[in-house]
Structure formats: structure tokens, C-alpha cells
């Protein structure tokens, strides 16, 4: 089992930053991919970024490409997001989800075995 607890969520402004971690407990942490997905009102869950067990490769939704990072510190069981040049379309709900399945990065809700209860983001214009 993996419990996941996201913070750092918040308002900020049009090209403002933040950073959300996601706190993970479970020895499966160091070896699970590990993504961050967002859902704005109204829309679906979308996949935002993943990074495999150790942060060797990365995957970005095309819409924060360049601006959004993700990076992990297994020695921590925490996984960041570091948002930059944030625009009012960030606005979401921001999860954290780990796969502990063998595989690759995944891009899918179905991907992904584990789910936080998702932090805040509203970029304001």
C-alpha cells in the first residue's frame, strides 16, 4: 500500500510559480513511477507530468512543457512539481499518483495503482 498527501497548493497570480510535494508513505515508494495528474471544474482528470523510480526519465503533458518540473528524493518519499509562468488554465485540482505495476511511464488514470486527495491551484488573471 501507498498513501500519498500532496501540499503546496495555493492563488498565485499570471506568471507566478509554486511547488506542490507529494509526501508518499510505503516501501514501494523508491520503485514506483510516480505521476501528478489535475482536474479544472467542469473537465476531466488530465495527466500533467510522471517521473520513473529514479527520476532517470520524464514525461510532460504537451500543455506544461518548459514550464512545469518534476522531480523526486526517494530518501524523503517525496515527489515534487515545481509550476513556473503559471497561467490562469493551471487552475486545478493537482494530484499525486504512484504505479507500483512493472512498466513504463503512464500518461493514464489507469496507469496508476495508488491517488492523494489532490491540492488546490488557482491562477488568478
Known amino acids: 500500500q501507498v498513501q500519498l498527501v500532496e501540499s503546496g497548493g495555493g492563488l498565485v497570480q499570471t506568471g507566478g510559480y509554486l511547488r506542490l510535494s507529494c509526501a508518499a508513505s510505503?516501501?514501494?515508494?523508491?520503485?514506483?513511477?510516480m505521476g501528478w495528474f489535475r482536474q479544472a471544474p467542469g473537465k476531466e482528470r488530465e495527466f500533467v507530468a510522471a517521473?520513473?523510480?529514479?527520476?532517470?526519465?520524464?514525461s510532460y503533458a504537451d500543455s506544461v512543457k518548459g514550464r512545469f518540473s518534476i522531480s523526486r528524493d526517494n530518501a524523503k518519499n517525496t515527489v515534487y512539481l515545481q509550476m513556473n509562468s503559471l497561467k490562469p488554465e493551471d487552475t486545478a485540482v493537482y494530484y499525486c499518483?504512484?504505479?507500483?505495476?512493472?512498466?513504463?511511464?503512464?500518461?493514464?488514470?489507469?496507469?496508476?495503482?495508488?491517488w492523494g486527495r489532490g491540492t488546490q491551484v488557482t491562477v488568478s488573471s
Open positions: 510505503g516501501r514501494t515508494f523508491a520503485s514506483s513511477v
Open positions: 517521473i520513473e523510480w529514479n527520476g532517470g526519465r520524464t
Open positions: 499518483a504512484a504505479r507500483i505495476r512493472f512498466g513504463g511511464l503512464g500518461s493514464s488514470e489507469a496507469d496508476y495503482d495508488f
